[in-house]
């Protein structure tokens, strides 16, 4: 049967390394499909960056292997009552493995509480995952006991250039991933440790990428890596003051087909005038900028060693503003990093009311084993963390109300990716800001740029028709 399903927890790049095992998972002549119910082949793709990203992989490997040794489908877990039984002709789970950055950090230790996982594969081996799965189905064929599971996390020198291939063969919108790794050492941060150190795939190979991508149809990319504007900087030389990151942005902006470009996440350390600079040069490039700050306190900053200083960051906001006055910024806040004071705290939110971000992702501090920050304990309060975390969804919440009822009336040009999930007639797409635009459509509409009228706005969406 071989039929395949990937759960994906954390972050884009994540969302792109489960692309990319899928395809090589199908060129291999596995099924993937879209439901647990279907698969007799689980993988989890895991997240590290905080506990609760783990434990909740944790929970979920260990409801499946349950119903693994009870001869059930997926299905009959999810509801936590082993009682219920499958759907009609869903097939019993045969493998269950967990893959991606818990995995790499966790290791072998995860077969101490869950015994019996069959596959734990690092960051570094997405690429061994079909032969890891064609071994252990040999296993499983040869009527003996059940195949001893398989770990590996081992580093593999390339294994940057191995997350290329699409699953999906018509999508409006692609990720491409451009580089792994992170040299930052952020005190807080378990992704030097999951990810490895960084390394930048060739120039010429992602632009073939993508041009093989519009080809296929696809309009927009977005560019992954976890520090994405310091893409190549070990590997390739400078150019006429222009970093290897902005030289690839050129590329892809001369390319054929492809009519917007975005990246996450570029570090303000590293964020110069080169690539400020794009924003005036590259009309493909949108003025829809993920920059995270962390923290608005030099303090704080400091202790995070985040290398930059809140006066900086501001003076980059306000150069790509300068650049474009359009430009839309969303970011990333820690609340209750071991010694937040609430002077500390009220300096992030005059950041947060200085640059007005209309999109963030706000989260409460939670110390990882093995970073530096460890040694410094988990001193704020839980309560405090919540109520921090409240204040700035709230200044959130007043901000993109603000931002997007200033939009009504306008017209917005708008890249069209698909039907909308409520299946009410209506269809999705993003204007160059990112913001997500609801609209009456027809399928002949997806992957076409549509000025579209705004008339309502949410929190969320804008709404409105063709104009
Ligand atoms: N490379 C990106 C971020 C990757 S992790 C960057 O540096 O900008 C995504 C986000 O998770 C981080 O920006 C940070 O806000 C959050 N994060 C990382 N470690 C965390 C921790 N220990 N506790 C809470 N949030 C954390
Ligand atoms: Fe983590 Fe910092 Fe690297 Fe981002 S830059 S991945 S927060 S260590
Ligand atoms: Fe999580 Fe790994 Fe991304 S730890 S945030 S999935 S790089």
Do not use: W
Request: hydrophobic share 40%.
């Amino acid at each position: 049967m071989n039929r395949v399903f990937i759960k994906t927890y954390g972050c884009q790049m994540n969302e792109r390394d489960s692309d990319a095992v899928a395809a090589m998972l199908r060129e291999r002549g596995y099924a993937i499909v879209d439901s647990e119910a279907e698969a007799d082949i689980i993988l989890l793709n895991t997240c590290s960056v905080r506990e609760q990203a783990e434990q909740k992989a944790i929970g979920k490997a260990g409801r499946l292997l349950k119903a693994r040794r009870l001869g059930l489908n997926a299905a009959a877990m999810t509801t936590g009552d082993s009682a219920t039984p499958p759907p009609p002709g869903a097939p019993p789970l045969r493998l269950v493995g967990v893959i991606g950055c818990m995995a790499q950090n966790r290791g072998a230790a995860l077969l101490d509480s869950l015994p019996d996982l069959d596959l734990v594969a690092g960051t570094q081996k997405f690429h061994r995952v079909p032969d890891h799965l064609d071994n252990l189905l040999a296993g499983l064929r040869a009527l003996g006991p059940r195949p001893a599971s398989i770990v590996d996390t081992e580093g593999e020198p390339g294994s940057q250039n191995t997350i290329s291939a699409h699953s999906s063969h018509r999508a409006v919108s692609a990720f491409v991933s451009i580089m792994q790794g992170c040299d930052m050492n952020c005190t807080y941060c378990i992704v030097p440790k999951t990810r490895g150190r960084e390394r930048a795939r060739p120039m010429d190979e992602i632009v073939d990428e993508v041009r093989a991508l519009a080809e296929r149809g696809t309009k927009e990319v977005v560019l992954l890596g976890q520090l994405v504007n310091h893409y190549g900087l070990r590997e390739f030389p400078t150019v006429d003051g222009k970093s290897p990151f902005v030289q690839l942005l050129e590329k892809i902006n001369a390319l054929d087909g492809i009519e917007r470009i975005r990246f996450t996440s570029p570090h303000p350390a590293g964020f110069r005038a080169d690539l400020v600079d794009c924003y005036r040069r590259l009309p493909k490039l949108c003025e829809d900028i993920h920059l995270p700050v962390q923290s608005g306190s030099d303090r704080i900053l400091r202790a995070m060693r985040r290398t930059y200083t809140r006066e900086r960051y501001l003076r980059i906001v306000e150069a790509l503003r300068a650049a474009n006055p359009a430009m839309r910024f969303s970011t990333d806040i820690i609340v209750g990093f071991p010694g937040e004071t609430d002077a500390d705290f009220e300096e992030t939110l005059s950041l947060f009311d200085a640059v007005r971000f209309d999109m963030a992702f706000i989260f409460k501090y939670s110390p990882r084993s093995g970073t530096p920050a460890e040694s410094l304990g988990d001193t704020v309060p839980r309560e405090i963390k919540e109520l921090r975390n409240q204040i700035l969804l709230g200044r959130l919440e007043t901000f993109s109300n603000a931002s997007h009822r200033a939009l009504v009336g306008t017209v917005r040009e708008v890249l069209v990716e698909c039907p909308s999930r409520k299946g009410n007639g209506l269809f999705m797409g993003r204007d160059r800001g990112g913001r997500k635009v609801l609209f009456p459509g027809t399928s002949g509409d997806v992957g076409r740029l549509l000025n579209i009228h705004v008339e309502k706005a949410t929190t969320t969406v804008l709404m409105g028709t063709v104009a």
